[in-house]
């Protein structure tokens, strides 16, 4: 069982930074592939990032890439969102999501066995 807990989100204006972070209960942590997913009002929950166990290898949705970072500290049980020239269309619910089965980064919302309560990041225009 793995517990996850964001935080880090907040109100920014457009062109402003956000982190996000996700820390994990469990020792298992460093065997995880871990996402970040996010879900605006009326809209479904969709893909942002991902990054293997190992941290190695990450993967991004279109829509953030280069704009959007995931990084990892296994030693400290947590993952990051740098979130960086952030949008009002960024404004959402992001939740952070770990995979103990696959191996690989998803972007499939159901191969993610846990998840966290969510952070409320809003992007004002």
């Known amino acids: 069982q793995v517990q996850l807990v964001e935080s880090g989100g907040g109100l920014v204006q457009a062109g402003g930074s956000l982190r996000l972070s996700c820390v994990a209960s469990g020792r298992t942590f460093s065997s995880y592939v871990m996402g970040w997913f996010r879900q605006a009002p009326g809209k479904e929950r969709e893909f942002v990032a991902g990054?293997?166990?190992?941290?190695?290898?990450?993967l991004y949705a279109d829509s953030v890439k280069g704009r959007f970072t995931i990084s990892r500290d296994n030693a400290k049980n947590t993952v990051y969102l740098q979130m960086k020239r952030l949008k009002p269309e960024d404004t959402a619910v992001y939740y952070c999501?770990?995979?103990?089965?696959?191996?690989?980064?998803?972007?499939?919302?159901?191969?993610?066995?846990?998840w966290g309560q969510g952070t409320q990041v809003t992007v004002s225009s």
């Open positions: 990054i293997r166990s190992n941290g190695w290898a990450t």
């Open positions: 999501a770990a995979d103990g089965s696959t191996g690989i980064i998803s972007s499939v919302r159901t191969d993610y066995d846990y």
